[in-house]
């Protein structure tokens, strides 16, 4: 999973990565500065990577924040890794709790499941209208229709009716703590990538490919941008791919898509 992830609000995904990222593009124009006067003083020639040194005042001084890696998305780069950035640990350094994922992804399949299977009452199946034999003086059970229950070819009593939904709501604890369990196992796998744009220099599908293919990202990757108007390039290329997706966080980034993606 990689996108370029910045200040959202909403659902508890974008609580979550507003709370990771919120300090992200100030602490890049810091250190941006930072480096370029490092880079006046030329010793070596060598460009310095930006270090995003965050402070988190609601984290305890005893939990560490996670490190990762900014990368770009140019090929054409001395080295895919441009700066590093402190991930609150909260969010990234959670404990995962399977039981938790696993409340999640149920939830979100029988939030599209309805029941279309349906059975007929007695009073909609056809026929019986009248008394199939006199109540007393024929010496058998008494019946007031040939569409009763008990009858073959009679009406269902309690069957399933067509339009049945399986919808219910989880607690925003659960869904905020299944999203925090998914990218804290995502990160420790590393198979979270952060990069510092989904700007990229062609729009052919070939360069794409070609990108996932040497970062070792695959075989389904999926970018989240803060925006839903997506850079031109990433999304012409991306559209006859069928195994890179994009997506916007405040779309809502779900615990079965994140799954479902492998980077």
Known sequence: MAGALGRVCGNPSTLILRTAFRN???????HQE??????ATGIDGKKFPLILD????????????REAWIETLDTSAASP????????????GAFPRLDIIHDNVVWQRKMCMVNTAHTKSRAEVRGGGRKPWPQKGMGRSRHGSIRSPLW????????????????????????????????????AQDDLKIVDSLDMPSDEAGYLEQLCESRNWGPTVLF????????????????TIRHVNLMPVYAGLLVPLALQSEY
């Open 152 to 187: 073959r070819g009679g009406g269902v009593t309690h069957g399933p009716r067509a339009g049945t939904t399986h919808f219910y709501m989880l607690p925003f604890s659960q869904r905020l703590r299944g999203l925090t369990s998914t990218l804290s196992a995502k990160f």
């Open 24 to 30: 992200f593009s100030v602490t890049t124009a810091r």
């Open 224 to 239: 989240v941008d803060e925006s839903d108007i997506m850079p031109r390039n990433i999304t012409l290329a991306s559209d």
């Open 81 to 92: 890794q441009v700066g590093l950035m402190h991930l609150h640990p909260q969010v990234f």
């Open 34 to 39: 930072n480096a370029a006067a490092a880079a």
């Open 54 to 65: 965050e402070k988190f005042d609601d984290c305890s001084s005893v939990v560490v924040p």
